[in-house]
């Protein structure tokens, strides 16, 4: 079975803060591991996924993940919070890079204070 | 390039009625998964359709049912509404192989809200 846990379901940072976002999995086989952002009344947006190739992955909007296998962690960061990222953050998991069969975390939702 | 495009956006139906909910994936894609997703939890992975069969399903009753045409669109149908059935519902487009490889790429409808009262 795989989980996934996101720490912390409101994270509030002022423009220009680092931005941190925790996610922890839970997976008897090797993990893929996505990160998606969601903006009201619209659909999920992938920032970025991790499929067993390099352990820090690069996403869209400068949002970078580093996979921690003996930490069992995927946290999503950004040096650089812009008044534009606040939205609801997921980490989600899946076998096989069957993205489409997917266990979601409850999500983040990211406020960014002027 | 049209995205994933769903309908209705908006539906409010009451306890025991019946709900069908469409999708057309992305252009060029010919996996279609859909997902709830309750108020303040992720979404939940209900059953994904290829080549118009469903290849895998999540836990999900018998009540949600689905169906996949030959242009790939598909169709999620909800018998007997509980009210425990008030959700987002996502469609999610994908290839079921890409280069090689299944397809890791999802993208998202903007979802129909139902409403069940």
Redesign the interface.
Known sequence: AQSVTQLGSHVSVSEGALVLLRCNYSSSVPPYLFWYVQYPNQGLQLLLKYTSAATLVKGINGFEAEFKKSETSFHLTKPSAHMSDAAEYFCAVSYNTNAGKSTFGDGTTLTVKP | DAG?TQSPTHLIKTRGQQVTLRCSPKSGHD?V?W?QQAL??????IF?YYEEEER?R?NFPDRFSGHQFPNYSSELNVNALLLGDSALY?C?S?LFWDRG???????????TQLSVL
């Open positions: 994933v996996t998964s997902y303040g939890q992720g979404p939940q992975f994904q895998q999540g996502l999610a994908s490889r299944r397809g890791e790429k999802l993208f998202f409808g903007s979802g």
